[in-house]
């Protein structure tokens, strides 16, 4: 990159193209990581959810049951 923030390339035309398609791939690259990382994450946080659900549920079933 230059000092101004536009890519470094020669003048042609094809350079230009080809140096866009380089960056776009990398930028589609590193979004496509961050997107799979969030999703593993939030797959995470969701199955801890469910888990406490599961034992609030199995709790309030043996409160109940004693109450009765």
Known sequence: ????GKFAAKAEE?????????????VN???STLTIAIRNRVDEG???????LGEIKQGEGSVAKINE
């Open 1 to 4: 990159m230059a000092k101004d």
């Open 14 to 26: 094809k350079s230009v193209h080809a140096v866009n398609g380089a960056v776009a791939s990398a």
């Open 29 to 31: 690259k590193v979004l």
């Open 46 to 52: 969701l199955r801890e959810i469910n888990k406490v």
